[in-house]
């Protein structure tokens, strides 16, 4: 590994440190065992200057090391965001969270060189997520993988994506990404990476981000491959449809900011030097204590700079990349289904919601369809013996009306754009593999009549199902089901595992 030293004897057990030699200064990491041999781990790198005060809402800036060794031992904080559920008992924990929070985690194995680079981007529909969460871990990916593996935070919610026209930086939670791809190209040698064999990995948001930067040019020739998990520019078309510009100003109205300006350029700046000044704490709060929508009506928006009105239809895919995974899941959208009746309906059994009126919500928010000219689409997914409520038991229905909204929702947010995003990409001369989950893990969270749902891959494809233990980032009532990792589950991870790193090879 490239200017890598050994620089102690066993601090803890299989534990020792290590010290590199960047750009930017001298980082202390760790020299850890595994199972698959020793990996050097660099947990929280500063890849630029804390987003605070004047820097709130700005593009982020390069980092600044100060005098002597930077200590890259431990995570930092996770960029700020409200509570997110995974279903209807499970809880995502992100742990500590702090406005100061642009790092990477970066894992290496023991003495690599010119190895391929992946920099994983992590979901959270741009509200929640970190790229230190338990399930994102590279301790073990890295070996197993032979490669250079990274994660990263970005801002988010309306510390990464405020609306406002006064603003000169915009959309900057996707600009914290262009910085680290940015950095991980100068930097990724230093840790023994190939920088011209660079993997972008995202997940749901995370995939959505790296397919609207590879349709612009704000990190043209930097990427060789790309793996979009649950996600593609296609699952933001609605996102994209919010009113950000209003619900910021509502937002700042809320926390008390205001302006004896009427409205206009004056007017927004004042509410934005007052914005800047809000602890960050007051802006999570307000915006969890509201419903679903108020939680993610702050999202990327159509800025005519990095994000161009097409960027959805748009077929453009950076010329620079040569391979793409796309990877989606039998019923993605089970587990966003279950979200939004426990939220909208304030209850568990969606058989005490007429039938009609969710097909309704649901063809005018996904299709844009009246639901007078949809019946044929509707028997497609809910077949009048369904509808029929005497022609099956309460918990079949149930059953059968959770597995047809489901699959609508899935085909629309996650099928037809994968398809499309594929084709495209297919059709520029990138090599396209297109993969869907039919495997339902034992140490599922969804019903056992349902198959993968949304985000259940992601420990899976890391190899990490040891980590998967109530405490572990996770809590609810549901958390000992966790437990019960079958042989079955590692198994198939296995497999996974293998493909994706010779996916990152090129092989």
């Given amino acids: 590994m490239a200017r890598l030293i050994l620089i102690c004897a066993l601090l803890v057990p299989n534990v020792c440190a290590l010290q590199v030699q960047l750009r930017q200064g001298t980082v202390r990491g760790l020299d850890v065992e595994t199972p698959f041999g020793r990996t050097a781990a660099f947990l929280g790198v500063p890849y630029a200057q804390p987003p605070v005060g004047a820097l709130r809402f700005a593009a982020p800036r390069p980092p600044l090391f100060s ?4 200590n890259a031992t431990e995570k930092k904080f996770s960029c700020p965001g409200p509570e997110i559920s995974i279903g ?20 290496a194995p023991a003495n690599a060189s010119n190895l391929p680079v992946v920099l994983y981007i992590h979901g959270g529909i741009f509200v929640a997520g970190s790229g230190g969460w338990f399930p994102f871990d590279g301790t073990r990916l890295a070996p197993r993988a032979d490669i250079v593996y990274i994660t990263m935070n970005m801002r988010l919610g309306v510390l990464g994506f405020i609306n406002l026209p006064v603003l000169s930086d915009t959309n900057v939670g996707l600009l914290d990404i262009v910085r680290a791809v940015h950095w991980v190209h100068e930097n990724a040698e230093a840790f023994g990476g190939n920088p011209e064999q660079l993997t972008l990995w995202g997940q749901s948001a995370g995939a959505i981000s790296i397919d ?6 704000a990190i043209s020739g930097l990427v060789r491959r790309a793996i979009l998990e649950g996600g593609s520019a296609g699952l933001a078309k609605f996102l994209l449809e919010f009113d950000g510009e209003y619900e910021s100003r509502q937002l700042a109205y809320t926390l008390g900011c205001s302006s004896a300006e009427p409205d206009g350029e004056a007017h927004d700046r004042e509410l934005l ?23 993610v ?14 960027v ?43 039938w009609g009126t969710i097909l309704k919500i649901s063809f ?102 040891d980590l998967y233990k ?6 609810g009532a549901m958390m000992n089901s966790f437990v019960n990792v079958s042989r079955s589950d590692y198994d198939f991870s296995d497999v996974i595992v293998k493909w994706i790193g010779d996916f990152f090879h090129g092989r």
């Fill in 297 to 310: 009506s702050i999202q990327p928006f159509i800025d005519g700079k990095l994000l161009k009105k097409d």
């Fill in 88 to 107: 209807k008992w499970v809880v995502a924990d992100f742990g500590e969270q702090d406005e100061d929070c642009l790092y990477l985690n970066i894992w």
């Fill in 364 to 465: 005018k928010v996904v299709l844009r369809l009246p639901y007078e000219k949809s019946a044929e689409i509707i028997r497609r997914y809910i077949p009048d013996d369904v509808i029929d409520e005497s022609r099956l038991s309460k918990e079949l229905r149930e059953i059968e009306i959770q597995r047809g909204i489901a699959s609508m929702f899935t085909d629309s947010f996650f099928y037809c754009p994968a398809e499309f995003r594929s084709a495209t990409a297919g059709d520029r001369g990138v090599r396209v593999s297109r993969g869907e989950f039919h495997f339902r893990p034992d140490f599922s969270f969804v019903p056992k009549w349902a198959s993968m749902s949304h985000a259940e891959e992601i420990a899976l494809m890391h190899g990490n199902l």
């Fill in 67 to 70: 005098d002597g060794i930077y």
């Fill in 212 to 217: 609207f930067l590879l349709k612009s040019d």
């Fill in 273 to 295: 030097s007052c914005l800047r000044e809000v602890p960050w704490q007051d802006i999570i709060k307000t915006r969890s204590e509201g419903g679903t929508i108020d939680k």
């Fill in 312 to 354: 959805v239809a748009s077929p453009h895919i950076d010329p620079s990349v040569e391979e793409l995974f796309v990877v989606s899941n039998e019923l993605e959208a089970f587990l966003i289904l279950e979200g939004l009746v426990k939220k909208l309906y304030e209850t568990n059994d969606i058989t005490s919601i007429d």
């Fill in 470 to 475: 109530p405490g572990k980032g996770l809590s």
